[in-house]
C-alpha cells in the first residue's frame, strides 16, 4: 500500500529526524561526502517502462540473483525519495544505484552540498529550508564518510539528469522499503560484518545507498534508531 504525500509525513519524518540522536563520525583519514534524500510525490504505473536499456547492460554478465535483471518499474506510487542510476562512463561505481550526492567542497556545509550535488545531478534547485533533517554518517570502504540529508520536495518535481553522472533518475515508492523480503542480510568471507540488501524493483540495492535506505525506513517512517554504520559494502563497492 502506498503511503501519502502529506504534510502529515513531512512533520512525522522532521519530529522523527529531531528526536534522533544522529552518530556522527570523525575519520580524518576519509573524505566527506553528502548525499540528498528527496522525498516526492509520485504516481502508481508512471514507471511501467524503464528508461535503460538494462538488456543491454546485461549482455554476457551473470545476473546477480535468480529473476533480478536490473529494472526498475512497477516502483512509484506516493510519497517516493528520488533514486539515481549511475552513467557506464564514470570511472567509479558505474551503473550503480545512487542518491544524488558527492564530495563536500571546502567551506561547504554538508546541506550546501547536498543541494548542489541535487541540482548538478539531476537539475532540481531547493532551498536549505527544504531541508528535515539528517541521518546518520556512513563510512564507506572507498574512502568517504557520507551524511544524509532528507529533503522535502514539495511535490513530483521534474528530475533532468545530467548525462555524463546519471542515466536515469527514478520515483521509487517509500511503501517499496516496507516489503516482506527487505532488508536482507548476508556474510562474505572478507567481513565479520553483515552486508546489507534492500530489494527494490527487480534489483538489489547495496550499502552505502542500501544502508541509507534502510535507516530511512527505520527511523524516519518507523521511529527507530537502529544504526547502520557497521552493516557492509558488498566487495566489488570497496574502491
Same mark, same amino acid.
Given at each position: ?25 570523525? /575519520? ?18 508512471? /514507471? ?9 547492460? #546485461?549482455?554476457? =554478465? %551473470? ?14 506510487? *506516493?510519497? $517516493? ?66 551524511? &544524509? ?9 521534474? %528530475?533532468? &539528469?545530467? &548525462? ?14 516496507? =516489503? ?8 562474505? %568471507?572478507?567481513?565479520? =560484518? %553483515?552486508?546489507?540488501?534492500? !530489494?527494490?524493483? #527487480?534489483?538489489?540495492?547495496? $550499502? !552505502?545507498? *542500501? ?5 530511512? =525506513? ?22
Amino acid at each position: 500500500m502506498t503511503i501519502s504525500y502529506d504534510d502529515g509525513l513531512r512533520e512525522r519524518v522532521r519530529e522523527h529526524l529531531t528526536r534522533h540522536d544522529r552518530r556522527v563520525l570523525t /575519520d580524518p583519514t576519509k573524505r566527506h561526502a553528502a548525499v540528498a534524500v528527496v522525498l516526492v510525490d509520485s504516481e502508481v504505473g508512471e /514507471d511501467r517502462v524503464d528508461p535503460v536499456p538494462v538488456d543491454e547492460w #546485461n549482455a554476457g =554478465r %551473470p545476473l546477480p540473483d535468480f529473476g533480478l535483471d536490473g529494472r526498475m518499474v512497477d516502483v512509484s506510487g *506516493g510519497a $517516493a525519495f528520488l533514486l539515481c542510476r549511475r552513467a557506464t562512463r564514470l570511472s567509479s561505481h558505474s551503473a550503480q544505484w545512487a542518491l544524488p550526492g558527492g564530495r563536500v567542497d571546502p567551506g561547504e556545509t554538508v546541506l550546501e552540498a547536498a543541494l548542489r550535488e541535487l541540482d548538478e545531478e539531476v537539475g532540481i534547485r531547493l532551498p536549505e529550508s527544504s531541508v528535515l533533517g539528517l541521518l546518520d554518517d556512513y563510512p564507506t570502504r572507498s574512502g568517504y564518510v557520507i551524511t &544524509p540529508v532528507v529533503v522535502w520536495g514539495g511535490g513530483r518535481l521534474d %528530475p533532468r &539528469p545530467a &548525462p555524463d553522472e546519471v542515466v536515469a533518475a527514478y520515483r521509487v515508492g517509500l511503501h517499496n522499503l516496507q =516489503r516482506d523480503d527487505s532488508p536482507r542480510f548476508i556474510t562474505i %568471507p572478507e567481513s565479520p =560484518r %553483515p552486508v546489507v540488501q534492500v !530489494p527494490l524493483g #527487480n534489483d538489489l540495492i547495496h $550499502a !552505502p545507498t *542500501g544502508a541509507v535506505l534502510l535507516q530511512l =525506513r527505520w527511523l524516519c517512517l518507523e521511529g527507530r534508531h537502529d544504526p547502520v554504520a557497521d552493516l557492509e559494502q558488498p566487495v566489488f563497492a570497496w574502491k
